[in-house]
């Protein structure tokens, strides 16, 4: 099993949908969690961190789960410009920070 | 402010030549990780060297090496390059890199491509 699982996608969603990315993670130790976003041929960026409160930020929606081991974004109104690759993030201290990112969740929002 | 930079941002290299990249990272961060992805991958962690000391290895084999400076600026380099070493490589700098919860960041990376 692998240690932080994604649907790659892609998701292809009209202008104004709402979407939602889950991400499994297999480590029940593992301590910190946060979704990136990766535009096309560019750098994973942080988008947000997570936490078991869940929390929020503008149209995004980030939600721990920490019995069901998995994480979740929620987007709201999608934008054309919300179109990239969204990596789940896992991390995990043990004399460094050992930090796992999913393959990825393409989104495509579509006008 | 700075934030991370990488050098070379593209190259081309023949198999079995040798390669440096290098990274700088954000001023006041000690920590240094680097990683490889390849194409419709999430990116994959080679190393982590926090003060100049290598902190965490991942599944990578011996001709990946890396070293921090005293400036905490890094070199990563790869040996005997094979055409399967063809990837983004992103270097990340984080506050302490030891501690959980820091946030890391990333560079611009460098494209290498093994022909």
Redesign the interface.
């Known amino acids: 099993r692998k240690e932080v699982e994604q649907d790659p996608g892609p998701f292809n969603v009209p202008e104004g949908a709402t979407v939602a990315f889950n991400c499994t993670y297999s480590n029940s130790a593992s301590q910190s969690f946060f979704w990136y976003r990766q535009d096309c041929r560019k750098e994973p960026k942080l988008l947000m961190s997570v936490y078991s409160s869940g929390n929020e930020d503008g149209r995004f929606t980030a939600q721990l789960n920490r019995a069901s081991q998995y994480i979740s974004l929620l987007i709201r109104d999608s934008k054309l410009s919300d179109s990239a690759t969204y990596l789940c993030v896992v991390t995990l201290s043990g004399g460094y920070q050992k930090v796992t990112f999913g393959i990825g969740t393409k989104l495509q929002v579509i006008p | 402010d700075a934030g991370v930079t990488q050098s070379p941002t593209h190259l081309i290299k023949t198999r079995g030549q040798h390669v440096t990249l290098r990274c700088s990272p954000i001023s006041g961060h000690k ?1 240094v ?1 680097w ?1 490889q992805q390849v194409l ?6 080679i190393f ?1 060297y ?1 003060e100049k000391e290598e ?2 290895r991942g599944n990578f084999p011996d001709r990946f090496s890396a070293r921090q400076f005293p400036n905490y600026s890094s070199e990563l380099n790869v040996n005997a390059l094979l055409l399967g070493d063809s990837a ?1 490589y ?1 270097c ?1 700098s ?1 506050l302490s ?13 460098s494209w290498l491509t093994v022909v």
Request: glycine residues 24%.
């Open positions: 920590s990780s990683y419709g991958q999430g990116p994959q962690f982590q926090y902190r965490g983004l992103l990340a984080s890199g030891v501690t959980d919860g820091n946030t890391i960041y990333f560079g611009e990376g």
